[in-house]
């Protein structure tokens, strides 16, 4: 359903796609924390570093089965050995932060949970620990699902579900500009149900957060593909970004499918900027004119233009009065069913490749992309892998080790 972007592959913003003034936006200082850390940094250094964080997480808490993997962390579920009561830890090698950017985003996504804590939508920080290797960061355990898996059980649900289910969203994303906070990471994956037989949601992940101040603005290119606002492909954006996001979600809970969609990043970033929002096709015809009303709203391209959360949530589609309780079609089901076994399968394969290689082999990799990306972009151009290929000719010391015919070969894949 979107794999978590570290850069865009290649792409760059064209001359004529401007992105214009935005509302508000966060500095651009923060905008070398994905070229270092997770994809090209290297070395074991954090081992031994202190954050300053209260000890004896395995004395007071028994670890359990993981429950998800993110871009730096591992998330378990584990147990109060004096109460026996359950949460969720995200679990953080300190080697794995290879940076100063790396330290800097794990101490900032528990100054948010703390800045957030108390909103009924948002997960609770139960606490902070950290050892010499790991940084555990104990949390409220949500264990009713994820969104879209939840709807597929239920076999059917209407436009009133996706309305009390959008209001959620939102509140959070109200909350988080409140209190100076863009999450740059809005997606179904974010949100659970906090318990089987609850309708209540909450946002898990905070990991590409950022603190903000009117007047600045983001350039780095963060989120999940589908979910992608405009003006984050061309670089200049503020929270109006995460309105976009829940616009997404919204319109996959009520159709099924996201509203640009491709068979690569690449091709899905190309949708987003062409924006063609078609309306006019199944099952869209029999959606409330409220529903699109809102939705539209909150996808115009021009974040000047777009709605804020907190105007969003005044709006009577997402306060339920509007909003029709008559069933939707089964087909947006079905279509929910196949977009999100399709997310499920791309997240395995990722998982499964990760598991292929060891820490050393990650890092050689890390190591040769570096050495490719000559003008440290933290992109391959084509110019750069066309260049890295002409050199594999020879070795060190001069010496062909590969027949010209077959690095021809290989420049003419690469052009093809």
């Known amino acids: 359903m979107g794999g978590c972007l570290s850069r865009v592959l290649g792409y760059k913003a064209g001359a004529n796609e401007d992105a214009g003034d935005v509302v508000t936006s966060a500095e651009a200082n923060s905008t070398t924390r994905l070229k270092d850390p997770h994809f090209f940094g290297g070395g074991s250094s954090g081992r031994r570093m202190a954050f300053g964080y209260k000890s004896g997480f395995a004395k007071l808490y028994k670890l359990g089965q993981e429950l998800g993997r993110g871009q730096f962390g591992i998330t378990y579920r584990c147990e109060d050995k004096a109460t026996g009561d359950s949460y969720a830890v995200k679990t953080v090698k300190k080697k794995n932060l290879t940076s100063s950017d790396s330290i800097e985003d794990t101490k900032r996504e ?32 949500c264990s009713g699902g994820e969104l879209f898996d939840k709807i597929i059980a239920k076999g059917h649900y209407a436009e009133k579900d996706a309305a009390e289910l959008v209001r959620q969203m939102l509140k959070v994303v109200a909350e988080c500009h409140l209190n100076g906070v863009i999450h740059r990471d809005l997606k179904p994956e974010n949100f659970l149900f906090i318990e089987e037989d609850s309708s209540t949601i909450k946002a898990i992940d905070f990991g590409l957060s950022e603190f903000f101040s009117p007047g600045t603005k983001f350039t780095d290119v963060v989120g999940s593909a589908y979910y992608v606002a405009p003006e984050v492909l061309k670089r200049k954006y503020g929270p109006l970004a995460d309105v976009w996001s829940i616009g997404v979600i919204m319109y996959i809970l009520l159709s099924g499918q996201p509203p640009f969609w491709g068979p690569t990043e690449s091709g899905i970033f190309n949708e987003i900027l062409r924006y063609k929002l078609d309306l006019s096709k199944a099952p869209w015809p029999q959606i409330s ?17 777009r709605i804020t959360a907190a105007q969003a949530l005044s709006h ?13 079609d089964m087909s947006v089901i079905n279509n929910m069913k196949e977009f999100a076994s399709y997310g499920r399968l791309k997240k395995l394969a990722i998982k499964k490749l990760a598991q292929t290689f060891s820490e050393e082999e990650i890092r050689d990799l890390k190591d040769q992309f570096k050495k490719i990306d000559t003008d440290n972009s933290g992109t391959i151009t084509h110019a750069e892998l066309v260049e890295s290929v002409r050199h594999m000719r020879t070795n060190s010391d ?13 420049l003419e894949g690469i052009d093809r």
């Open 110 to 141: 528990v100054a948010i949970l703390k800045r957030l804590a108390g909103h009924e939508n948002i997960v609770r920080l139960h606490g902070v620990y950290e050892d010499d290797k790991h940084i555990h960061i104990v949390m409220e355990l």
């Open 316 to 328: 009577a589609w997402v306060k339920g009065e509007n909003a029709s309780d008559i069933p939707l």
């Open 289 to 305: 004119r409220s529903a699109k009303d809102i939705l539209l709203k909150m996808l115009t391209f021009d974040p000047r233009a």
């Open 398 to 410: 001069g010496v062909q080790v590969i027949p010209d015919i077959e690095v021809d070969k290989m």
